[in-house]
Nanobody, 128 residues
Framework: QVQLVESGGGLVQAGGSLRLSCAAS????????MGWFRQTPGKEREFVAA????????AYAESAKGRFTISRDNAKNTVYLQLNSLKPEDTAVYYC?????????????????????WGQGTQVTVTS
């Protein structure tokens, strides 16, 4: 089992930046592809970004391309999400998730139903 703890959320003005972190403990972190998702009240949790076990392959939602960057440090058991050029519509609770994967270099998954473990979330609020 993997325990995930997100941090780094907060209140920021439009155009600003935040860096989210997700620290993992438990089983071997490098055995999991990692993803970031977000959710607002009344809406389904949506995909934001994902990264393969190796860190060499990434995937992004269209809304995140060019503004957000996902990365991981397997030595620190941590995955990051750099949020730049933030917009009010980015306001949400951001969750990290772990997908047990046998493919070290494979394209990470974008479907939330295929992730095995979830953190508790961190709130990001962007004001106009």
């Amino acid at each position: 089992q993997v325990q995930l703890v997100e941090s780094g959320g907060g209140l920021v003005q439009a155009g600003g930046s935040l860096r989210l972190s997700c620290a993992a403990s438990g089983r071997t972190f490098s055995g999991y592809a990692m993803g970031w998702f977000r959710q607002t009240p009344g809406k389904e949790r949506e995909f934001v970004a994902a990264i393969s076990r190796s860190g060499m392959n990434t995937a992004y939602a269209e809304s995140a391309k060019g503004r957000f960057t996902i990365s991981r440090d397997n030595a620190k058991n941590t995955v990051y999400l750099q949020l730049n050029s933030l917009k009010p519509e980015d306001t949400a609770v951001y969750y990290c998730a772990a997908d047990y994967s046998t493919n070290y270099y494979g394209t990470p998954k974008t479907n939330r139903n295929e992730y095995d473990y979830w953190g508790q979330g961190t709130q990001v609020t962007v004001t106009s």
